[in-house]
């Protein structure tokens, strides 16, 4: 029986982030050091990220009609509301995200209806109310009320695997079961200037952005491009636990991302994926290249960078990742399922006669943890 998401949709906040502005903005912040301006420009000119979107709209210079909170325009000046002024916006901005993504993967998963879902999943590490996204969904979108809700909350960047893999198990335990995945991260929310060189590295990274999927078992016909979620994997990597950690803060929450984080996956991420790999008689013992996609979370460059020669990859198989992340940055458990996206939409390899591709998966995130997922790009 295969577990397909059937659709997949993304969203992004309207207000967008150039990043030579935005490396200028931080640049000039009053407090900084010498040192601190110097890792402010290397940080965000080795980002390989050209634009990246926020939901706090003060950020587009406009001149509020209200007292700023997070940046004035007039001054240039980033301020540092409390953490309570940050998750109100939060609240405020991620709501529709979430409804409207997850409105707009319904409509697009054919054949398949509002009184046809039988779970909603959310997913969010940048902010948290409570009645939470999921019941907003089921309300807003017109769902039954007894739908099963679950929120996955403060994971990190590697979310969207455990959520898919629930989507999963609910299907094969229950064959009509239709699943609502969806997760919304606002990153953006939590910057502050700081000479500390993790706050300046997530500063020059982090963005906002939204994904929403339709999961199901249904044998229904295929109208477009779908993934079948194949195989899940998870592992720790046996250090870094200190290197990657998403704490809360009175001002906000406070990220450490330190800098050795891809030396570790350089060092491990071959370890992670032999299970995986290991479980697929038609994988195992293939080189890793002979995968025909690679949906890598870009969780930077260099990570990415790493992923790729220790895997011996090709420049065409880290494309959707690097793409995204240039476009895009890095929106924590979001950013893969943009990564998805853009593997979904490639033009039919005219090689691949039975019409499946299989696609590699992975994400990193605190812990250090590695998700790893294996997956098929059905085509109709």
């Known amino acids: 029986m295969a577990v397909l998401m059937r659709s997949l949709e993304t969203s992004v906040p309207s207000t ?7 490396r200028d903005v ?3 912040q009053e407090g900084l050091t010498r040192l601190g301006q110097r890792l402010v420009t290397a940080c965000f000119d080795a980002s390989a990220i050209d634009t990246r979107h926020s939901a706090v709209s003060e950020f587009s210079w ?7 909170d997070f940046f004035d325009p007039g001054t240039g000046a980033i301020l540092n509301p409390s953490t309570k002024t940050r998750n109100d916006l939060f609240v405020r901005e991620a709501t529709p995200l979430f409804t409207e993504t997850a409105r707009r993967a ?7 209806g509002p009184e046809d879902v039988t779970h909603v999943v959310t997913v969010s590490c ?8 999921d019941y907003r969904i089921v309300r807003d979108l017109g769902l039954s009320p007894s739908v099963r809700r679950f929120h996955l909350g403060f994971m990190g960047c590697y979310a969207a695997f455990p959520a898919l893999r629930m989507a999963k198990a609910f299907c094969e335990a229950e064959p009509n079961a239709v699943v609502l995945v969806a997760i919304v991260e606002l990153c ?10 993790d706050t300046i590295l997530g500063a020059s990274l982090f963005a906002d952005g939204a994904a929403a999927a339709v999961v199901t078992a249904r044998d229904l016909p295929l109208t477009r491009p779908a993934l079948s979620l194949d195989a899940f994997e998870t592992t720790l990597t ?17 990220m450490v991302l330190g800098s050795y984080v891809p030396h570790i996956i350089d060092d491990h991420i071959t370890g992670a994926l032999e299970p995986l790999l290991a479980g697929d008689q038609a994988l195992a013992g293939r080189a890793h290249a002979e995968i025909e996609h690679w949906a890598i979370h870009p969780g930077g460059r260099s990570i990415v960078d790493k992923v790729v020669t220790r895997l011996g990859l090709s ?11 240039r476009e895009y940055g890095n929106m924590s458990s979001a950013t893969v399922m943009f990564v998805f996206d853009r593997i979904l939409n490639l033009p039919q390899d005219p090689g691949q006669g039975s019409g499946a591709e299989r696609v590699c998966a992975m994400a990193f995130g605190p812990g250090l943890t590695v998700e790893t997922a294996l997956l098929t790009r059905v085509l109709p």
């Not at 940048?126 to 996204?133: A, E, L």
């Open 126 to 133: 940048t902010g948290f109310f409570n009645p939470g996204p």
């Open 62 to 68: 406009d001149q509020p009609d209200h007292e700023p």
């Open 26 to 28: 931080f640049a000039a």
């Open 315 to 325: 420049e065409e198989q880290a494309a959707p990742a690097r793409d995204t992340l």
């Open 238 to 254: 046996p250090v870094g636990e200190e290197t990657m950690a998403w704490n809360i803060g009175d001002q906000g929450f406070e």
């Open 188 to 197: 953006s929310l939590h910057v502050r200037s700081s000479n500390d060189p």
């Open 106 to 112: 319904l409509e697009a998963a054919d054949g398949i």
């Open 16 to 22: 967008v982030l150039k990043q030579p502005e935005a």
